[in-house]
């Protein structure tokens, strides 16, 4: 059975709060790309292999976009959308316009946070037709600390129902007192039951640009192989210029790996799309 027949029948992943959970159902691999690059020139190429590698190897990944990254390199992204459109294996989604903060303590006024949302969710209409429904947040050096959650302030509860008023239903994990690298949750505590938490975690500006804990194949391996088991939900977060650019991966190794490995360890791949159309379905 291959991924595209597969996942009309597969089932929300285990230990998901909010969503349901069951000790037959496999743990969730959600595999990201921040997709941001502004330098038309070095990140050639990316959006051709990337979809070669998934193909190939039946991976599924989404793509939260980056708007401003968008117009930079339009006539990329155009034909982007134009080859993945209706491969199950993809899902493009938001990272901002300008890769503004969501979550800190001296962030940006909810209007302009607002704006910049209004502004990205414009381009992706304009270039892959369709509004997005999920947004990864951006992290930021220059707005201060983050809060530990959208339950936190004043502030981070408003942020949260800016999005949900923009038509989000998808968004990180981040709640006081959940585990946002591992849980799948909901939002009703906060007024959003409609809307789903992802994990995220895992990325690779730390354990591969920056080599945190070592050698990168060898630390992500061993993460798989300790979470697969206790039936925990991974996330994986790459960059395309952390990947293409700057460590030179340009066969997307650690993506191949990431996934033979994942599945070897019992572990479902998944879209971020796909999470929450299950998760609509149970809370329906």
Known sequence: MTRRQFMNTAVLGAAAIGLGSSRSEKP???????TES?????????????????????????????GAAIVMRESEFRAFSQEIRGDPLFDTQDHSYSHIGIGYSEGKSIEVLRADYEESFSVHEEVFGKRPIGVSLCGTSVDGPHVTGFDATEKSRAELDMLAGLGVRMVNTFL??????????????LGHP????????????GWVRGRKFGDPAEHIVSEIKKNGPLGKNMA????????WIDVND???DLM???????RDNG????THLECYERFRRRMV
Request: proline share 2%; hydrophobic share 40%; aromatic share 12%.
């Open 176 to 189: 006081t007192g959940h585990n946002g690298a591992h849980e799948f949750v909901d939002y009703s505590d």
């Open 28 to 34: 969730r691999m959600i595999i990201r790309f921040d």
């Open 256 to 262: 191949k790996l990431i996934a033979e490995v994942a």
């Open 38 to 66: 502004r330098q038309r020139e070095e990140i050639k190429g990316f959006f051709e292999k990337v979809v070669s590698v998934q193909r190939t190897h039946d991976i599924p990944a989404s793509f939260f976009c980056l």
């Open 236 to 243: 994986i977060m790459f960059h395309d210029d952390t990947e």
């Open 250 to 252: 340009k066969e997307l």
């Open 194 to 205: 409609e809307m789903m938490g992802f994990p995220s975690a895992n990325s690779d500006n």
């Open 267 to 270: 572990y479902e791949l998944s």
